[in-house]
């Protein structure tokens, strides 16, 4: 709000909380689908599409595996090769 430049860290940071949210949200799908039973293994139960679409969240290039130790790296005041930080 500021208006001063986001620094490495805070980059860092909210590439962190993003990839934990992202995992989350696919742990919370996963144990509702698991609960529905096997009905909702079925392409026309909502909560098949459902965890089909949660799933994908975490192959975006913002919440990815990949970043998670670079991230963690620059938090540390490790030097990251990657351009986001």
């Known amino acids: 709000q500021a208006g001063d430049e986001v620094d490495r860290r805070q980059r860092a940071a909210v590439h962190l909380a993003c990839s934990n949210a992202a995992g989350a949200s696919v742990r919370a ?45 620059v938090l540390l005041g490790l030097d990251s090769e990657l351009p986001f930080f």
């Open 29 to 73: 799908v996963e144990l509702v689908h698991a609960a529905a039973g096997s009905a909702a293994n079925f392409t026309a139960h909502p909560l098949d599409r459902c965890l089909r679409n949660v799933r994908v969240v975490p192959q975006h290039i913002m919440v990815s595996a990949q970043w998670m130790q670079s991230a963690a790296g």
